[in-house]
């Protein structure tokens, strides 16, 4: 068989879900994988409201495609228009070039359906891609500054009416951003949050239509305990610059429209000369193929495809779930072909519905069976993204998901209420990082010096330090391997009597001399007393850990002598704030280490807290983290990824 040519023509959910699946399947095959989309990246729609609303910023939600299909040595990337298909010649043609196929995706997505509606193109808004986010975002802010200069209490009001038509997801999540928005908006312009008016305006006479009713009436309850006015079953007739009309020929006066009532397929699609249905969508049978192209092999998936499932006339609905699955049917019957193998047919498989109204509250219905409202719909929300990005084999995208999301969020706009995404400078933690630096430090030199002096390095590695051959641990095991030949029955005692006091952060040797002492619980020596270890006796289990790790004297000996140099390398990297974060983390799990080895007291418990203050990103003020990890960054990203480029493909330099 001739190298199969499979071109994917949008990389949205559908295009990215139906790529990454055959990448996989078909690793060890003849194939290339052509992904054609007009933007470089791919874009979560589905919080396309955040940057609308002034949430977020446009990256937080644009996902480079060479990122997410890094290292698929069969998927090739081109940025560029698809302008048509050559159905019969199997070529889809682009705006700079011409991609012939052997099996053709076709996910191109929907676009907003105004219904004709007059005045919706010239003088409203839509949210349908990161272009109209962005626009929605510059208007507002715009006119936001304009009303604060204006004098007529009249005019400034319909500046400050914003106006969502459609009370689907996107309508509810696009108004409740400008409910959090509006009071930063307010704050800035030096005007009254009371001035502003925040509507949807909704055809129907219920809003969230795709939601159970309980569901969308507590999401109705918490809106209007915001403030925002819900005018149900009022169709939009008309919009103009500065006023939208109600089918009972009422007015609103506004500058602001954002229409977000209908999705129909993409008007791109519309010439391919492929059988469409309601609202520009084509047609595809169970397999997805495009009716009528059976044997051309061209699959309509996502928001483009009109399949009924059951044959009541209901496509399958627009929304990520099904996108995600009706390309993976087309995906997989894409591999059945070429593997030989049998075909499958489309079943949905929806697993449920959330919608957030703002940044902390929102509704969710899992599965039919667990209903949420409020903050843990919103931890649902989130939970659901990552696990996009798990699915997706994306760990750099999860993580930038969270820095975007929780950590790195303006005017307290997330789940946290701005606790997790409090700006500090770091340059206030310089002093604690040198000094818990110097303390590791102190710690390890005193394993090095033993009973020798500071000041005389021969004196050093003797008597009392961690290199002779006297094993510091208190195990057990290798107790009675040391006292193993030695007569003295209390010898096993002060073995361990002395292991204890030279474990890092360990008391020090004369309260360790007094074991026979009580000890006591508390977080500062108090003098004559002994201090109490955090475990006395190590846990069963961590102690097998240790008895495979540390089996005899000899491993004892080695690692004792390594958990030094590992000390003093802590130290050394805290004070000159080298991999800081890492050396923090290095800490907490030694300390927890020491603690369940009976060899950490309670006094000095403070070195875990301390070292969680210091992780945040200390090392970057006054330290070597500022230069190092940069340039870590940029030559790792570089090797592993590549260089991002604002375009891909032929008529890019790569
Ligand atoms: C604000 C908002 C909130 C939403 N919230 C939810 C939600 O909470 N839950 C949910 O399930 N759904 C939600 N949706 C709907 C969901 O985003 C869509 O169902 C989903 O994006 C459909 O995926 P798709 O791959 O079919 O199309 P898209 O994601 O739209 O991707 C189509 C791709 O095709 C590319 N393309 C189009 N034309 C061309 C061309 N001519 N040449 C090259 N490339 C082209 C586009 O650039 C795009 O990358 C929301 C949508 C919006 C806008």
Redesign the pocket.
């Known amino acids: 068989m001739t190298k199969q040519k499979i071109v994917v023509?949008?990389?949205?959910?559908?295009?990215?879900a139906a790529t990454k699946f055959m990448a996989k399947k078909l690793k060890k095959d003849d194939v290339e994988i052509t992904l054609?989309?007009?933007?470089s990246y791919?874009?979560m729609?589905?919080?396309?409201?955040e940057v609308?609303g002034g949430r977020v910023e446009p990256e937080a939600v644009q996902y480079d495609l060479q990122r997410l299909f890094a290292r698929k040595k069969n998927v090739s990337l081109v940025t560029?228009?698809?302008?048509g298909i050559d159905k019969e010649k199997k070529i889809v043609k682009?705006k700079l070039g011409k991609y012939p196929f052997d099996q053709l995706i076709i996910?191109?997505?929907?676009e907003p359906n105004d219904f004709g509606t007059p005045g919706v193109k010239e003088h409203g808004f839509t949210?349908?891609?990161m272009e109209d986010a962005i626009k929605i975002r510059k208007h507002i802010e715009d006119t936001v500054a304009k009303a604060a200069l204006e004098p007529d209490e009249a005019i400034r009001r319909a500046m400050l009416t914003f106006v969502v038509c459609g009370s689907g997801?996107?309508g509810i999540?696009?108004i409740g951003e400008l409910m959090e928005w509006k009071d930063v908006l307010a704050k800035e312009h030096k005007l009254r949050p009371e001035e502003f008016s925040l509507m949807v305006v909704e055809a129907l006479p219920t809003i969230l239509n795709m939601l159970d009713r309980k569901d969308a009436e507590k999401a109705e309850r918490f809106m209007m305990k915001k403030g925002i006015q819900l005018t149900k079953g009022s169709p939009i007739t008309q919009v103009t610059a500065d006023h939208i009309v109600l089918k009972d020929g009422s007015q609103i006066p506004t500058n602001t429209l954002i229409w977000?009532a209908g999705?129909k397929g993409?008007t791109?699609?519309a010439d391919f000369g492929l059988e469409s249905a309601r609202g520009q969508r084509l047609y595809a049978n169970e397999y997805m193929q495009a009716k009528g192209y059976e044997d051309k092999d061209i699959y309509i998936?996502?928001?483009?495809v009109h399949y009924e499932e059951n044959g009541d006339g209901k496509p399958t609905p627009?929304?990520?779930?099904?996108?995600e699955q009706t390309?993976h049917t087309a995906a997989a019957n894409i591999v059945a072909k070429i593997k030989n193998t049998q075909k499958h047919e489309f079943k949905s498989n929806y697993q449920g519905?959330?919608?957030s109204i703002g940044s902390k509250w929102g509704v969710a219905n899992l599965m039919d069976k667990v209903h949420l409202a409020g903050f843990m719909a919103i931890v649902m929300k989130h939970i659901v993204n990552l696990k996009y990005f798990f699915d997706m084999r994306s760990g750099y995208y999860m993580f930038q998901y969270m820095m975007h999301e929780f950590f790195h969020i303006k005017n307290d706009r997330n789940v946290t209420r701005g606790h997790s995404s409090r700006y500090g400078n770091v340059l206030w933690s310089v002093p604690l990082r040198v000094f818990y630096g110097s303390m590791w430090l102190i710690e390890a030199s005193k394993k090095v010096v033993g009973d020798g002096s500071y000041l005389n390095p021969s004196s050093w590695f003797g008597s009392g330090s961690w290199f002779t051959d006297k094993v510091v641990f208190p195990f057990p095991w290798l107790q009675e391997q040391v006292t193993t030949g030695a007569s003295a029955a209390g010898a096993h005692a002060a073995e361990a009597t002395t292991a204890a006091t030279g474990a890092a952060g360990g008391a020090t040797d004369a309260v360790a001399a007094t074991a026979t002492q009580a000890t006591h619980f508390g977080f500062n020596y108090t003098f004559g007393e002994n201090p109490m270890p955090v475990f006395e006796k190590m846990p069963h289990w961590f102690a097998k850990i240790m008895e495979f790790m540390m089996p005899n004297k000899d491993v004892a000996l080695f690692m004792q002598k390594f958990m030094t140099f590992v000390e003093i390398g802590i130290a050394l990297a805290l004070i000159f704030g080298l991999f800081t974060w890492l050396a923090n983390a290095a800490t907490i799990g030694l300390v927890i280490a020491f603690c369940l080895s009976g060899m950490f007291y309670w006094v000095n418990i403070w070195f875990v807290p301390v070292a969680f203050a210091l992780m945040n990103g200390s090392g970057r003020a006054l330290g070597l983290d500022r230069w190092v990890i940069p340039w870590i960054q940029r030559t790792a990203g570089k090797w592993w990824y590549g260089t991002p480029r604002s375009i891909y493909g032929k008529n890019s330099s790569n």
Do not use: C, K, P
């Not at 560029?80 to 302008?83: A, F, K, L």
């Open positions: 023509v949008g990389a949205g959910y559908a295009g990215v054609i989309d007009r933007h791919h874009t729609m589905t919080e396309l409201h609308a560029d228009t698809v302008i682009t996910g191109m997505g929907g949210l349908w891609s997801f996107t999540e696009m977000t999705v993409t791109d699609a998936v996502g928001d483009l627009q929304i990520v779930q099904a996108a390309a519905f959330m919608v």
